[in-house]
């Protein structure tokens, strides 16, 4: 009775490995550009999503399979970036705008443009940056709330179960946060001439 025993726990251990990498495989993408839209790079973006399917890995036993995987990712990845926020020292942000000084005195930081095309491809670029920018510049509660719903387009009932609030909590966090981008982008709409649509 003890071989049977292993047998089928060894079967369920495989089926259930499997299941896993077909979800791994559905979700990765997906996964990636929310912690994208959470750390602001592509290397923490890596980092943050491996760690997160690690860990949901670790604990796939605990899935309950009748919830959205999704969610249940995206709630183990918020619980990672908060913990890495947590971790990390308070870091030094430099604006672009801001000059650098050398040995001969002060001179523009230049980012190097290596992107080809015509100009809405860069127009697009710069909102994506400007973006990114802004978002990064949001409290993280408000930057997930914001990254849930207008990026990946989950309800707010989705939203407020990866989140663990209540769906007044989440609407509110979507008002407050849409409105700190608002105002951060104002100035690059009316620099470019660009109806707001925010």
Known sequence: MADLTKILTSANDKNDKKYFDELVNKYHKQAYNTAYRLV????????????????????????????????????????????????????????LDEPVYNEEGSVPFEVQDTAEGPEELAISDELDNRMQDALNTLQPDFRLAVILCDIEGLSYEEISEVMKCSIGTVRSRLHRGRKLLRNKLKSYFKDNNIMEEC
């Not at 959205?68 to 020292?89: L, S």
């Open 40 to 95: 602001g790079n592509h290397n923490d973006a890596e980092d943050l999503t491996q760690d997160t399917f690690l860990k949901a890995y670790r604990f796939f036993d605990n899935y309950k399979r009748e919830m959205p995987f999704d969610n249940w990712i995206y709630r183990i990845m918020r619980n990672i970036h908060i913990d890495w926020i947590r971790r990390r020292p308070k870091a030094f942000i430099r604006s």
